[in-house]
């Protein structure tokens, strides 16, 4: 009896000095790493990805290594149409939402699909500034917080046959990317309609498409010298996406990894955009060592253009709330 008393007096003390010693180590032992997925709609060589994958290494490297981001580009885990409701849900923490995916939710969303409204490099980045504050705070009130945006480059009209005129896309079935473009293509005559960029090949190898409005770089993506012999740049446009992470996500992370995204989202909109710009004169010859022959459209096209896009800017003011309106007057202050 005395030996199972004696057993008891020194188990309590032991446990107990367990029990504060791995009270100890886990103080002691540094904090996990935030690993955060993210997800991307474009290949690994678009400039986009490239620009993504940068920031990611940046907000790593600011953070001193304890945010751990994983990318899925090229759509492996979300489809593009999907990317905004994939962040709301916390499917993933971050992506890069395209932003014309979404003007059936909001004007402003599809402000830079308007034809020649900001329709070079200053224009493009005016209009950014103009509609950061709305759209930062259109985020916030779906549970995102804005980190930064990316440019889509100048755009152009891939045909089987040369454009010099309006009158030629007439009729055409032509690949447009949002609800402002197809407004477009409907106003030229054209038969557009919405494909994703996924889709692109598969849509010309069907007879769904036979042209396409967008930039050199979805040309590359999608091999389009495949498909189509023309190339007619007219700029026009610079649409974007928002690279953007979950609210309670962001909250939950340290202020020092809040601030190392924060910062790097800063240094990778500036490095994005200054690629997208260097990028369009090489990206143009590598389209014409593939066989498609690149033009810039005539003054007489570009008028034509114009004309469209004021049109399309009447259309977008009578849809537009007050509030709406309030960013575009902001821009068209700043021209």
């Known amino acids: 009896m005395q030996t199972f008393k004696t057993s008891l007096a020194f188990r309590a003390p032991l446990g107990i000095v367990a029990f504060v010693s791995t009270l100890l180590f886990t103080a002691a032992a540094p904090a996990s790493a935030a690993d955060l997925k993210m997800a991307s709609g474009y290949p690994d060589a678009n400039y986009l990805t490239v620009t993504v994958r940068d920031f990611i290494a940046d907000a790593g490297k600011r953070s001193g290594g304890s945010l751990s981001i994983e990318l899925h580009n090229n759509q492996t885990l979300v ?34 699909a308007i034809p020649f409204l900001a329709g070079d ?51 055409l079935k032509m690949r447009v990317y ?24 598969q849509a010309f190898s069907t007879g769904l498409i036979n ?13 389009a010298w495949d498909f189509v012999k023309h190339l007619t740049m007219v700029g026009a446009l610079f649409t974007k996406q928002v690279v953007v992470i979950n609210s309670e996500v962001f909250g939950k992370l340290s202020k020092a990894e809040q601030d190392a995204l924060v910062e790097a989202g800063k240094a990778a909109e500036q490095a994005g955009f200054e690629r997208m710009k260097a990028l369009t004169t ?53 021209k």
């Open 79 to 112: 489809k593009l149409p999907d990317m905004m409701r994939a962040v709301q849900t916390n499917q993933v923490a971050l992506s890069d939402v395209r932003l014309g995916n979404y003007g059936n939710q909001d004007p402003v969303y599809i402000l830079d």
């Open 121 to 171: 490099y200053d224009g493009a980045q005016k209009l950014w500034q103009a509609s950061r504050q709305y759209l930062t705070d259109s985020f916030a009130q779906r549970g995102m917080k804005v980190l930064f945006a990316m440019w889509n480059p100048p755009q152009g009209f891939y045909t089987l046959k040369p454009v010099s005129k309006a009158e030629d896309l007439a009729g």
């Open 178 to 201: 949002s609800t402002e473009t197809r407004r477009m293509g409907d106003l030229l005559k054209a038969e557009p309609l919405i494909v994703q960029f996924g889709e692109i090949p």
């Open 211 to 223: 042209a396409m409005f967008t930039s050199p770089q979805t040309g590359i993506d999608t091999q």
């Open 282 to 334: 090489e990206q143009l010859a590598l389209m014409t060592r593939k066989g498609v022959e690149v033009a810039q459209a005539s003054p007489a096209f570009i008028g034509q253009l114009k004309a469209v896009g004021v049109q399309m800017e009447d259309d977008w003011k009578a849809k537009a709330s007050a509030g709406q309106r309030a960013v575009l007057d902001a821009y068209l202050g700043m």
